[in-house]
């Protein structure tokens, strides 16, 4: 079941410090069963698309671009802008809508942010619909922009990797994050597509050349500089494995965990780390899935999720 082109009921600009606004959607059934989208990145943005997995009859479905991002202003600030300010973001939005408790969708690093939300303030929700894990600890990290998922795509990651001078090529995440945050903007551009290609590349199942980005576009900015100002600085916590360390505050909470089996972003290790710290969890292994959630047996597994939950309260 696709909910395509649900549309938008209401927009919000919500100030959550005194530096960033975020931009808010409503959508679906104002009296429904709240529930949130994240999305990933960090540096993603929500779209038309995110909306998809939701029935606009059952689902009162709010969506977000996160600090830096979309239509939140200002456009890839920096300042402020770490995991537990998105936390707190949430809070913002969930009071300001009035809403005692919700739903928490995410996928990739939007399964980051829910966990951490969760962690957080578990009171306030009631399931966990996570794909794509991503735990942000550096062995995560580096299986992606240092030595891992090169190995599956050598001639992509040789050309992400080349572009970096050989005596900075040992840490390629901060060789980026230098080179996109020049005062030069040639160089700055240049980064954010080398960084794009790359993963673009590996993001399908089965890869597709057209989805490759050839010039760099408004999201390829902030997927580029938001990643790497994360990775860069170790995604802000204090200790390495910050999630599945504080699993014991998750175990009361309901959670589906969908995850590809040939995810080369994400490995399907993390997800299956995080059903061994949450037993209650239900975690599906896609057979023929990747990172992306819209090729057909990931997005098919995440809608039926969706749907099973609203026979289920």
Same mark, same amino acid.
């Given at each position: 079941?696709?909910?395509?082109?649900?549309?938008?009921?209401?927009?919000?600009?919500?100030?959550?410090?005194?530096?960033?606004?975020?931009?808010?959607?409503?959508?679906?059934?104002?009296?429904?069963?709240?529930?949130?989208?994240?999305?990933?990145?960090?540096?993603?943005?929500?779209?038309?698309?995110?909306?998809?997995?939701?029935?606009?009859?059952?689902?009162?479905?709010?969506?977000?671009?996160?600090?830096?991002?979309?239509?939140?202003?200002?456009?890839?600030?920096?300042?402020?802008?770490?995991?537990?300010?998105?936390?707190?973001?949430?809070?913002?939005?969930?009071?300001?809508?009035?809403?005692?408790?919700?739903?928490?969708?995410?996928?990739?690093?939007?399964?980051?942010?829910?966990?951490?939300?969760?962690?957080?303030?578990?009171?306030?929700?009631?399931?966990?619909?996570?794909?794509?894990?991503?735990?942000?600890?550096?062995?995560?990290?580096?299986?992606?922009?240092?030595?891992?998922?090169?190995?599956?795509?050598?001639?992509?990651?040789?050309?992400?990797?080349?572009?970096?001078?050989?005596?900075?090529?040992?840490?390629?995440?901060?060789?980026?994050?230098?080179?996109?945050?020049? @005062?030069?903007?040639?160089?700055?551009?240049?980064?954010?597509?080398?960084?794009?290609?790359?993963?673009?590349?590996?993001?399908?199942?089965?890869?597709?050349?057209?989805?490759?980005?050839?010039?760099?576009?408004?999201?390829?900015?902030?997927?580029?500089?938001?990643?790497?100002?994360?990775?860069?600085?170790?995604?802000?916590?204090?200790?390495?494995?910050?999630?599945?360390?504080?699993?014991?505050?998750?175990?009361?909470?309901?959670?589906?965990?969908?995850?590809?089996?040939?995810?080369?972003?994400?490995?399907?290790?993390?997800?299956?780390?995080?059903?061994?710290?949450?037993?209650?969890?239900?975690?599906?292994?896609?057979?023929?899935?990747?990172?992306?959630?819209?090729? @057909?047996?990931?997005?098919?597994?995440?809608?039926?999720?969706?749907?099973?939950?609203?026979?289920?309260?």
């Amino acid at each position: 079941m696709m909910y395509k082109d649900t549309p938008v009921n209401q927009t919000y600009r919500i100030a959550v410090d005194e530096t960033h606004m975020l931009y808010v959607e409503e959508c679906g059934n104002p009296d429904g069963q709240p529930v949130v989208f994240l999305h990933g990145g960090p540096g993603g943005a929500i779209s038309e698309n995110s909306r998809r997995f939701f029935d606009p009859q059952y689902y009162r479905i709010i969506l977000f671009d996160q600090r830096g991002t979309g239509q939140s202003t200002p456009f890839l600030c920096l300042e402020n802008n770490t995991v537990l300010d998105s936390v707190a973001d949430m809070e913002v939005i969930r009071e300001y809508l009035d809403i005692k408790a919700w739903y928490i969708f995410g996928g990739s690093y939007g399964s980051t942010l829910a966990l951490a939300y969760a962690i957080h303030h578990p009171e306030r929700v009631q399931h966990l619909i996570l794909r794509g894990i991503f735990l942000g600890r550096q062995s995560d990290v580096d299986w992606l922009f240092q030595e891992g998922a090169g190995y599956f795509y050598p001639e992509a990651f040789e050309q992400f990797k080349q572009w970096i001078p050989e005596n900075e090529q040992s840490d390629l995440v901060q060789a980026y994050y230098c080179r996109m945050t020049s @005062d030069d903007e040639v160089v700055r551009e240049k980064a954010y597509l080398k960084w794009n290609q790359w993963e673009s590349a590996i993001v399908r199942l089965v890869p597709d050349e057209a989805s490759i980005p050839i010039s760099i576009s408004k999201g390829d900015r902030s997927i580029g500089l938001l990643e790497a100002h994360y990775f860069a600085n170790k995604m802000f916590w204090n200790e390495d494995n910050y999630l599945l360390n504080r699993a014991d505050k998750l175990q009361s909470i309901p959670m589906d965990i969908v995850h590809g089996r040939y995810d080369i972003d994400c490995r399907p290790l993390g997800a299956y780390e995080l059903k061994k710290a949450c037993p209650q969890a239900n975690l599906q292994l896609i057979a023929l899935g990747g990172h992306t959630p819209f090729e @057909d047996a990931m997005f098919k597994a995440l809608c039926q999720v969706m749907e099973q939950l609203k026979h289920e309260k």
